[in-house]
């Protein structure tokens, strides 16, 4: 089986602390409550269930409510006047759906933050950690991808997270809200010990995708285009793992309780891997072949991203030690064939 997941500051411990976890079901979500976990503190779960699974909700209660809902989400809260820091992780994610429904992609990701900021001033939580994205950046050469580089999203998911950027900027600011924003790149991967993985249904991401293609499940991978303007024409993007993730935001607590107020913070490796190159590493790990048909460009993709992480290390002290793309694949790969039972 696997090592223990690698971890930075090992000693920062949160005993006694409670914090609110929204979206706490989801795939990041629950990583992140496994690691609040481990560290002493409390996670309590906000989800709707309708992306997320109760049964990914191990490590402390859970309220099922919904973001949408203004008086839900507000009484939602007041059950739990201590927490002082909320986790903000739900969200309508996948790029062509919200292409499709802007409507539905507003309403749940802006409204619905909206919701929760309110709820957060009302009861008086004033520390916010929000799963915000590279896909805000937009269409740009200046690779690797600083904060400081304009934010001109392209698909409508990156809209409503740009959205909700400002949103947050403006709490801060006139109420004095304290934040870390992170823009995350493509978490990927699952839990070193097998208890929670990547679960979408429908799946749209890479790896799974490619995975349960390997396995021999379904009709293939469908590789969407290559005529991209890379080295071998398929998308590049930045795969961390999803454990790393999950310790980012412990060490965002760390540097909150140690003074800091604000940042946007880009949570990437640095690294970039095409489409291809994902396909080759998986045939490699499993020693199975990734069977695919080339399709279309897919709506909303943008053609590389990957980031310039320097600014996480600095402030948080954060280095992602397991987001090898090897480790990657191969947490992922253990997680889906015991699901599949492969
Ligand atoms: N991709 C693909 N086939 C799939 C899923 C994804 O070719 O079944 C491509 C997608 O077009 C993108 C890359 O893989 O270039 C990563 O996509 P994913 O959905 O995993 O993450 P995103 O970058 O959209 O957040």
Redesign the pocket.
């Known amino acids: 089986m696997f090592q223990a997941a690698a971890i930075s500051n090992p000693n920062y411990n949160l005993t006694g602390q409670d914090f609110i976890v929204v979206g706490g079901g989801g795939y990041i979500g629950a990583h992140v409550c496994k690691r609040l976990a481990e560290r002493g503190g409390r996670p309590i779960v906000f989800d709707n269930f309708e992306a997320g699974h109760e049964h990914a909700v191990k490590w402390g209660p859970f309220e099922t409510m919904d973001l949408r809902d203004r008086g839900q989400t507000r009484a939602a809260f007041q059950k739990y006047p201590n927490v002082k820091t909320v986790i903000h992780l739900a969200s309508s994610i996948e790029?062509g759906e919200g292409e499709r429904a802007p409507e539905e992609f507003y309403e749940n990701n802006v409204s619905g933050a909206f919701n929760l900021l309110m709820a957060m001033r009302a009861t008086g939580a004033d520390r916010l950690i929000f799963s915000s994205t590279c896909?805000t950046y937009g269409e740009t050469q200046n690779m690797p991808l600083l904060e400081s580089e304009i934010q001109n999203p392209f698909s409508v998911y990156g809209k409503t997270k740009l959205a909700i950027e400002h949103m947050i900027q403006s709490y801060h600011k006139a109420y004095g809200l304290n934040y870390v924003t992170f823009r995350y790149f493509?978490a990927s991967g699952a839990d070193e010990g097998g208890e929670i993985g990547e679960e979408h249904d429908p799946e749209?991401?890479?790896?799974p995708?490619a995975l349960k293609a390997a396995a021999g499940l379904g009709k293939g991978?469908?590789?969407?285009?290559t005529d991209y303007d890379t080295a071998d024409g398929?998308?590049v993007?930045d795969y961390i793992h999803v454990s790393d993730i999950a310790e980012a935001h412990i060490q965002a607590i760390r540097a909150m309780d140690g003074g800091l107020t604000q940042a946007e913070l880009n949570l990437g490796t640095g690294e970039g891997y095409s489409?291809l190159q994902i396909i080759n590493a998986i045939e490699k790990v499993t020693g199975l072949p990734v069977p695919y048909e080339v399709g279309p460009r897919?709506d909303g993709?943008l053609t590389q991203?990957y980031a310039n992480s320097a600014k996480a290390r600095k402030i948080l002290d954060f280095t992602p030690e397991n987001s090898t793309l090897e480790n990657i694949i191969e947490t992922a790969w253990n997680f889906h064939r015991c699901k599949w039972g492969v």
Do not use: M, P, Q, Y
């Open positions: 790029v896909a493509n749209t991401h890479l790896i995708n991978l469908k590789l969407f285009g398929t998308c993007r489409v897919r993709d991203l």
